[in-house]
Nanobody
Framework: QVQLVESGGGLVQVGASLRLSCAAS????????MGWFRQAPGKEREFVAA????????VHADAVKGRFTISRDNAKTTVYLQMNSLKPEDTAVYYC????????????????WGQGTQVTVSS
């Protein structure tokens, strides 16, 4: 079992940067593909980015491609989401999640979830 705790959210202005972190407990972290999702008020949870268990492969949603970058440090059992050039439409609660299967973008494919961290981008 994996427990996930996100941090790094906050209130920023348009064009700013934030780096989210997701600290995982458990010795099996390196076996899991990891993903970031977000959910804005009144909207469904949507895929943001994912990274394979060893970090050799990544995928980013079109809405964030070129602005956000997912990475991981298995020695620190942490996954990151670097967010640059933030826009008001990026405002949401951001969740990290773990999956035993690489390459899936649907939330139902992820087994473990963090509690989320709020990101608010003000114009």
């Amino acid at each position: 079992q994996v427990q996930l705790v996100e941090s790094g959210g906050g209130l920023v202005q348009v064009g700013a940067s934030l780096r989210l972190s997701c600290a995982a407990s458990g010795r099996t972290f390196s076996r899991y593909a990891m993903g970031w999702f977000r959910q804005a008020p009144g909207k469904e949870r949507e895929f943001v980015a994912a990274i394979s268990s060893r970090g050799s492969s990544t995928v980013h949603a079109d809405a964030v491609k070129g602005r956000f970058t997912i990475s991981r440090d298995n020695a620190k059992t942490t996954v990151y989401l670097q967010m640059n050039s933030l826009k008001p439409e990026d405002t949401a609660v951001y969740y990290c999640a773990a999956s035993t299967v690489w390459g899936r973008v649907g939330p139902a494919n992820y087994d473990y979830w963090g509690q989320g961290t709020q990101v608010t981008v003000s114009s």
